[in-house]
C-alpha cells in the first residue's frame, strides 16, 4: 500500500508555481460536520422518487447505481431517463444554511493566495454562491462554476474539467484542485495540477499528492511558506 503523503511543510515550494486555485464546494469550503449534503440527499431521493414513480428502497438503490456509474444522482438520470436538469437543480439545492458558520481565517488565506480562484462544483452555481456568502467567502472568487457550466457533465468526467478550465482560462499545469472526492481529482492530476484531498482520512492513490483535514490550516501554511 501507498504510504500517506508527508507533512505540507515539506511539500510547500511545490506550491511556488501555482497560480491558478480550484476549490470544491461541498464537505471543501465548509466543514462535513455541517452536513449539508444531509439535506440535498433527502430531497434527491425523493425527486427520484416522485419522478420515477419507485419507493424509497429502489430510490436509494438506483441513487448509489448512478453515483458510481455517472459520477452523480443528475447524470444518471439524465443519461438513463432524460431528466430536465434545471428544475432537479433547483429543487434539491433548495436548503437550509442557517447553521453554516463565516470563516473569516479561512476567508483571508484564500485571500492570500496568488492569481487566479474559482470555485468549481458538481452542484449549482446560484447553490454555490448562497454557501459562499453563508460562509463569508463571497467576493473571493474571480468565478463559481456550477455542473450547468460543464453542459451538465460532472466531475469526475474529464472533459468536465477541461470545458471548465477553459471558460475560467486557467492553465492546470500551473493550477491546483482542492476536493473532498478522491475520484475527481485524477483528471486535474493527469492535467498537470497539483491536487489536494480535503477529508478526515487520507487516501493513499497516487493522483492525490497532498492531504489536509483542516483547510484552513493548509491554506495557512501555504501563505507561511511561499
Known sequence: MTAPPPPLGSHAAQFAHVRAW????????????????DQIEVKMTA??????????????????????TYGTTLAGLMQEHGVDPGPYLTEVHDISLDHLERDDLLAAHIRALPGTRIVYTNGSAPYAERVLEARGLGNLFDAV?????????????????????????????????????????????????????????????????????DLRSFLGALSANP
Open 22 to 37: 480550484v476549490f470544491d464546494l461541498d464537505n471543501t469550503l465548509y466543514p462535513p460536520e455541517a452536513r449539508l449534503f
Open 47 to 68: 425527486w427520484v422518487m416522485n419522478t420515477l414513480r419507485v419507493d424509497r428502497a429502489e430510490a436509494d438503490r438506483l441513487r448509489k447505481h448512478y453515483w458510481a
Open 145 to 213: 462554476f456550477g455542473v450547468e457550466h460543464a453542459g451538465f457533465r460532472p466531475k469526475p468526467e474529464r472533459d468536465a474539467f477541461e470545458t471548465v478550465f477553459a471558460r475560467a482560462e486557467i492553465a492546470p499545469d500551473r493550477g491546483a484542485m482542492f476536493e473532498d472526492d478522491p475520484r475527481n481529482l485524477a483528471a486535474p492530476h493527469a492535467m498537470g495540477m497539483q491536487t489536494i484531498l480535503v477529508a478526515p482520512a487520507p487516501v493513499p492513490v497516487p493522483h492525490i499528492h497532498h492531504h489536509t483535514d
